[in-house]
């Protein structure tokens, strides 16, 4: 017979715990929690004593933030769905990680998608992703930092340092990297310019978003001048903006 899964849930707001609580209870028959903690130290303590295969964990504790308890842990052998409130920063950092993540109050269907997720993690013995984000948050420098994207294959680590532009075409986007190689990724463009925009990244067209550690030049028609030679175009509402972005942003 298949053994439960085992999980804690840690969040410091008692009713977004038990709401949890008793939705994996009615709707999930076979994940039983073995312990609730309120907060980062006790979530230490209980995933020391308890070594569930999964835990809930909220993002912001009075003691320490979610990525804080889990860097003080020697190793992670768990699956971490992070459970947070409706902060644009904090989605923007579990879509550059490819993190699982609950926004609450927790809805019954995105808490079934999430563990779905969960499911094809176990599957695919994909337990490093949050080794790869507390490596991103340590990194001394934005373009030592590595974007990952979930594919139907697998995830992919793409190096910001490799990634020159991203081209959008409707629906998908193509991410040009430094040795010539086109990969095709489903999100669009505007997905990308939402996480990476804080990363030395300008969107200078509608359908380009270009690695300031790449940009070599202006030209005199108004083409960014790519370090490789390529040439990006620049929308005409966009040039005094790129302009000014250059001139005082372009810091790597």
């Known amino acids: 017979m298949k053994k439960n899964i085992t999980c804690l849930i840690i969040d410091d707001n008692e009713f977004i715990a038990k709401t949890l609580y008793d939705q994996l209870q009615e709707n999930h028959s076979n994940i039983d929690v073995?312990?609730?903690?309120?907060?980062?130290?006790?979530?230490?303590?209980?995933i020391a004593e308890l070594k569930p295969d999964l835990i809930f964990l909220d993002i912001e504790m009075p003691d320490m933030n979610g990525f804080e308890m889990l860097s003080k842990l020697s190793i992670i052998n768990f699956e971490t769905i992070f459970i947070t409130s409706h902060t644009h920063y904090a989605i923007k950092a579990f879509r550059f990680n490819a993190l699982d993540y609950l926004a609450k109050p927790v809805d019954k269907d995105e808490l079934t998608s999430a563990l779905g997720k969960f499911y094809f993690n176990q599957k695919t013995k994909n337990h490093?992703?949050?080794?790869?984000a507390l490596a991103n948050i340590k990194a001394e420098h934005v373009s030592d930092q590595t974007l990952f994207l979930q594919t139907q294959?697998?995830?992919?680590?793409?190096?910001?340092?490799q990634i020159i532009k991203i081209e959008g075409n409707r629906n998908y986007s193509n991410i040009w990297l430094v040795d010539n190689t086109k990969?095709?990724?489903a999100k669009t463009l505007s997905y990308f310019e939402d996480i990476l925009l804080d990363k030395n990244f300008l969107r200078c067209h509608r359908s380009y978003l270009v690695n300031g550690f790449f940009i070599h030049s202006i030209s005199k028609n108004n083409l960014i001048?790519?370090?490789?030679?390529?040439?990006?175009?620049?929308?005409?509402?966009?040039?005094?903006?790129?302009?000014?972005?250059?001139i005082g942003d372009l810091v790597v």
Do not use: H, Y
């Open 34 to 46: 073995t312990g609730i903690a309120k907060n980062g130290k006790e979530g230490l303590e209980l």
């Open 225 to 246: 001048v790519l370090k490789n030679e390529d040439k990006v175009p620049i929308s005409r509402r966009k040039i005094t903006l790129v302009k000014s972005w250059l």
């Open 128 to 132: 490093d992703k949050i080794q790869n």
């Open 153 to 161: 294959t697998g995830m992919l680590r793409l190096p910001l340092k």
């Open 183 to 185: 990969i095709v990724s």
